[in-house]
Protein backbone atom coordinates (compact mmCIF):
# COMPACT_ATOMS: atom_id res chain seq x y z
CA UNK A 1 0.00 0.00 0.00
CA UNK A 2 1.35 3.86 -0.93
CA UNK A 3 2.08 5.76 2.08
CA UNK A 4 0.16 8.77 1.64
CA UNK A 5 2.37 12.28 2.89
CA UNK A 6 0.73 14.35 0.99
CA UNK A 7 -2.74 15.91 -0.70
CA UNK A 8 -3.14 18.85 -3.15
CA UNK A 9 -6.85 20.08 -3.66
CA UNK A 10 -8.06 22.00 -6.15
CA UNK A 11 -11.35 22.95 -4.83
CA UNK A 12 -13.32 23.67 -7.90
CA UNK A 13 -17.64 23.99 -8.36
CA UNK A 14 -18.00 26.77 -5.69
CA UNK A 15 -19.71 29.14 -8.16
CA UNK A 16 -21.85 26.49 -9.90
CA UNK A 17 -22.85 24.96 -6.60
CA UNK A 18 -23.84 28.36 -5.16
CA UNK A 19 -26.04 29.29 -7.95
CA UNK A 20 -27.22 25.98 -8.38
CA UNK A 21 -28.89 25.81 -4.85
CA UNK A 22 -28.34 29.17 -3.26
CA UNK A 23 -28.59 31.73 -5.92
CA UNK A 24 -25.49 33.55 -5.38
CA UNK A 25 -21.80 32.39 -6.75
CA UNK A 26 -20.68 33.82 -2.80
CA UNK A 27 -22.73 31.32 -0.76
CA UNK A 28 -21.47 28.50 -2.96
CA UNK A 29 -17.45 29.82 -1.42
CA UNK A 30 -19.08 29.82 1.97
CA UNK A 31 -19.93 26.54 2.20
CA UNK A 32 -16.66 25.15 0.38
CA UNK A 33 -15.20 26.80 3.53
CA UNK A 34 -16.94 24.27 5.62
CA UNK A 35 -15.73 21.41 3.08
CA UNK A 36 -12.46 22.86 3.39
CA UNK A 37 -12.53 22.17 7.83
CA UNK A 38 -14.36 18.43 7.19
CA UNK A 39 -11.27 17.73 4.66
CA UNK A 40 -8.89 19.57 7.28
CA UNK A 41 -10.10 17.51 10.14
CA UNK A 42 -10.66 14.17 8.10
CA UNK A 43 -6.16 14.83 7.07
CA UNK A 44 -5.03 14.50 10.59
CA UNK A 45 -7.29 11.62 10.76
CA UNK A 46 -5.75 9.84 7.98
CA UNK A 47 -2.29 11.71 9.61
CA UNK A 48 -1.65 13.48 6.68
CA UNK A 49 1.57 15.23 6.82
CA UNK A 50 0.90 17.92 3.98
CA UNK A 51 -2.78 19.43 2.93
CA UNK A 52 -2.68 21.87 -0.09
CA UNK A 53 -5.49 24.10 -1.03
CA UNK A 54 -6.02 26.09 -4.49
CA UNK A 55 -7.71 28.59 -2.56
CA UNK A 56 -6.74 31.56 -4.96
CA UNK A 57 -4.83 31.74 -8.25
CA UNK A 58 -3.11 34.32 -10.13
CA UNK A 59 -5.52 34.34 -12.61
CA UNK A 60 -8.25 34.83 -10.31
CA UNK A 61 -7.80 38.31 -9.99
CA UNK A 62 -10.05 38.29 -13.20
CA UNK A 63 -13.07 37.87 -11.38
CA UNK A 64 -15.93 40.70 -10.44
CA UNK A 65 -14.66 42.74 -7.46
CA UNK A 66 -17.54 41.77 -5.23
CA UNK A 67 -16.71 37.94 -5.65
CA UNK A 68 -13.10 38.62 -4.99
CA UNK A 69 -13.68 40.76 -2.04
CA UNK A 70 -16.24 38.23 -0.50
CA UNK A 71 -13.24 35.66 -0.81
CA UNK A 72 -10.69 37.26 0.83
CA UNK A 73 -13.25 38.51 3.92
CA UNK A 74 -14.14 35.11 4.34
CA UNK A 75 -10.54 34.00 4.48
CA UNK A 76 -10.13 37.27 6.84
CA UNK A 77 -13.21 35.82 9.17
CA UNK A 78 -11.12 32.26 8.99
CA UNK A 79 -7.93 33.44 10.26
CA UNK A 80 -9.72 36.02 12.85
CA UNK A 81 -12.13 33.02 14.33
CA UNK A 82 -10.15 30.20 13.78
CA UNK A 83 -6.46 30.22 14.41
CA UNK A 84 -6.14 29.86 17.94
CA UNK A 85 -7.64 26.34 17.20
CA UNK A 86 -5.97 25.38 14.04
CA UNK A 87 -2.83 26.19 16.71
CA UNK A 88 -4.07 23.95 18.98
CA UNK A 89 -4.46 21.30 16.84
CA UNK A 90 -0.97 21.41 16.30
CA UNK A 91 -1.79 23.04 12.55
CA UNK A 92 0.92 24.66 10.70
CA UNK A 93 0.24 27.07 8.09
CA UNK A 94 1.96 27.91 5.37
CA UNK A 95 0.71 30.09 2.42
CA UNK A 96 2.53 30.11 -0.75
CA UNK A 97 1.79 32.17 -3.61
CA UNK A 98 2.93 36.00 -3.86
CA UNK A 99 1.38 38.16 -0.19
CA UNK A 100 0.05 41.56 -2.11
CA UNK A 101 -3.42 41.89 -0.32
CA UNK A 102 -4.67 43.90 1.97
CA UNK A 103 -2.21 44.98 4.34
CA UNK A 104 -5.48 43.83 7.13
CA UNK A 105 -4.71 40.51 5.14
CA UNK A 106 -1.16 40.50 4.90
CA UNK A 107 -0.63 41.50 8.48
CA UNK A 108 -3.34 37.80 9.47
CA UNK A 109 -1.41 35.71 6.93
CA UNK A 110 2.06 36.31 8.49
CA UNK A 111 0.82 36.27 12.29
CA UNK A 112 -1.00 32.89 11.36
CA UNK A 113 2.12 32.05 9.46
CA UNK A 114 4.46 32.43 12.57
CA UNK A 115 2.27 31.50 15.70
CA UNK A 116 1.97 28.24 14.26
CA UNK A 117 5.34 27.83 12.82
CA UNK A 118 6.85 25.13 14.89
CA UNK A 119 3.70 23.07 14.97
CA UNK A 120 3.88 19.31 13.47
CA UNK A 121 0.64 17.38 13.27
CA UNK A 122 -0.57 18.69 9.72
CA UNK A 123 0.72 21.44 7.55
CA UNK A 124 -1.81 23.45 5.29
CA UNK A 125 -0.11 24.81 2.47
CA UNK A 126 -2.77 27.63 1.17
CA UNK A 127 -2.02 28.81 -1.98
CA UNK A 128 -3.18 32.37 -2.12
CA UNK A 129 -2.55 34.18 -5.36
CA UNK A 130 -0.49 31.09 -6.43
CA UNK A 131 0.53 30.76 -10.03
CA UNK A 132 2.97 27.98 -10.87
CA UNK A 133 4.50 29.42 -14.28
CA UNK A 134 5.64 32.90 -12.05
CA UNK A 135 6.81 30.46 -9.50
CA UNK A 136 9.19 29.04 -12.22
CA UNK A 137 9.77 31.81 -13.54
CA UNK A 138 10.86 33.98 -10.06
CA UNK A 139 12.93 30.46 -8.88
CA UNK A 140 15.07 30.56 -12.87
CA UNK A 141 15.77 34.56 -12.46
CA UNK A 142 17.08 33.63 -8.69
CA UNK A 143 19.22 30.60 -9.85
CA UNK A 144 20.56 32.74 -12.39
CA UNK A 145 21.41 35.59 -10.22
CA UNK A 146 23.08 32.88 -7.67
CA UNK A 147 25.37 31.58 -10.20
CA UNK A 148 24.66 28.13 -9.09
CA UNK A 149 24.88 25.23 -11.43
CA UNK A 150 21.62 24.43 -13.71
CA UNK A 151 20.17 21.68 -11.55
CA UNK A 152 16.78 20.28 -10.41
CA UNK A 153 17.69 20.43 -7.07
CA UNK A 154 19.13 23.98 -7.40
CA UNK A 155 16.32 25.64 -9.43
CA UNK A 156 13.70 23.95 -6.52
CA UNK A 157 14.92 25.30 -3.80
CA UNK A 158 13.85 28.61 -4.78
CA UNK A 159 10.59 27.54 -5.50
CA UNK A 160 8.08 28.43 -2.85
CA UNK A 161 7.74 24.88 -1.73
CA UNK A 162 11.17 24.15 -1.11
CA UNK A 163 10.67 22.61 2.24
CA UNK A 164 7.47 20.87 1.12
CA UNK A 165 7.95 17.14 -0.92
CA UNK A 166 5.83 17.07 -3.96
CA UNK A 167 2.34 15.91 -3.59
CA UNK A 168 1.61 12.09 -3.69
CA UNK A 169 -1.87 12.88 -4.91
CA UNK A 170 -3.75 15.56 -6.46
CA UNK A 171 -7.82 15.96 -6.50
CA UNK A 172 -9.50 18.45 -8.49
CA UNK A 173 -13.16 18.47 -7.88
CA UNK A 174 -16.03 20.20 -10.03
CA UNK A 175 -16.22 17.45 -12.80
CA UNK A 176 -13.20 19.74 -14.83
CA UNK A 177 -10.05 18.12 -15.76
CA UNK A 178 -7.14 20.54 -16.00
CA UNK A 179 -4.47 22.33 -13.56
CA UNK A 180 -5.01 25.38 -13.78
CA UNK A 181 -1.26 26.49 -13.23
CA UNK A 182 -1.27 24.66 -9.81
CA UNK A 183 1.95 23.04 -9.03
CA UNK A 184 3.07 22.06 -12.54
CA UNK A 185 6.66 21.42 -11.87
CA UNK A 186 5.83 19.72 -7.85
CA UNK A 187 3.13 17.31 -9.93
CA UNK A 188 5.11 15.53 -12.15
CA UNK A 189 4.48 12.13 -10.39
CA UNK A 190 1.55 12.44 -8.56
CA UNK A 191 -1.60 10.56 -9.10
CA UNK A 192 -4.27 12.35 -10.42
CA UNK A 193 -7.62 11.91 -9.64
CA UNK A 194 -10.72 14.10 -10.97
CA UNK A 195 -13.67 13.89 -8.96
CA UNK A 196 -17.52 14.94 -10.47
CA UNK A 197 -18.97 16.76 -7.38
CA UNK A 198 -18.50 20.44 -6.66
CA UNK A 199 -16.64 20.98 -4.14
CA UNK A 200 -19.29 22.37 -1.04
CA UNK A 201 -21.09 18.25 -2.02
CA UNK A 202 -17.78 17.19 -1.30
CA UNK A 203 -17.63 14.99 1.72
CA UNK A 204 -15.03 13.07 4.22
CA UNK A 205 -16.36 10.38 2.66
CA UNK A 206 -15.68 11.10 -0.76
CA UNK A 207 -12.03 12.01 0.16
CA UNK A 208 -11.71 8.21 1.94
CA UNK A 209 -12.76 6.77 -1.22
CA UNK A 210 -10.23 8.39 -3.39
CA UNK A 211 -7.58 7.59 -0.70
CA UNK A 212 -8.38 4.35 -1.01
CA UNK A 213 -7.89 3.85 -4.46
CA UNK A 214 -5.00 5.98 -4.28
CA UNK A 215 -3.24 3.46 -1.53
CA UNK A 216 -4.38 0.57 -4.37
CA UNK A 217 -2.23 2.07 -7.31
CA UNK A 218 1.26 0.83 -8.25
CA UNK A 219 3.02 3.70 -8.23
CA UNK A 220 6.72 3.38 -10.74
CA UNK A 221 8.10 6.70 -10.74
CA UNK A 222 8.96 5.64 -14.34
CA UNK A 223 10.47 2.20 -12.94
CA UNK A 224 8.33 -0.89 -13.99
C1 LIG B 1 -13.14 27.47 -7.19
O1 LIG B 1 -14.52 27.38 -7.45
C2 LIG B 1 -12.90 27.98 -5.87
C3 LIG B 1 -12.24 29.13 -5.58
C4 LIG B 1 -11.67 30.02 -6.60
C5 LIG B 1 -12.10 29.58 -4.20
C6 LIG B 1 -11.82 28.51 -3.18
C7 LIG B 1 -12.25 29.04 -1.87
C8 LIG B 1 -12.86 28.32 -0.90
C9 LIG B 1 -13.06 26.86 -0.96
C10 LIG B 1 -13.40 28.99 0.31
C11 LIG B 1 -12.45 29.87 0.97
C12 LIG B 1 -11.28 29.15 1.46
C13 LIG B 1 -10.53 29.58 2.47
C14 LIG B 1 -9.37 28.78 2.91
C15 LIG B 1 -10.87 30.83 3.18
P1 LIG B 1 -15.13 28.31 -8.58
O2 LIG B 1 -15.59 29.57 -7.97
O3 LIG B 1 -14.16 28.45 -9.70
O4 LIG B 1 -16.36 27.43 -9.01
P2 LIG B 1 -17.02 27.35 -10.45
O5 LIG B 1 -16.07 26.57 -11.32
O6 LIG B 1 -18.27 26.61 -10.18
O7 LIG B 1 -17.23 28.74 -10.92
Given at each position: MNPLNHVAIIMDGNGRWGLKYKKSRNAGHKAGLRTVEKIIKESINKKLKYLTLY?????????PKQEINFLFSLLENFLINKLDKLHKKNIKLKIIGI???SSKLNKLLIKAEKKT?????LQINLALNYGSKIEIINAIKKLNKS?????EKNLT???????IPDPDLLIRTGNTKR?????LWQLAYSEIFFEKKLWPAFTERDFNKIIKEFKKIKRNFGNI
Open positions: AFSTENWKRKNFDKNSKKKKITNFFQTKDLSNFL
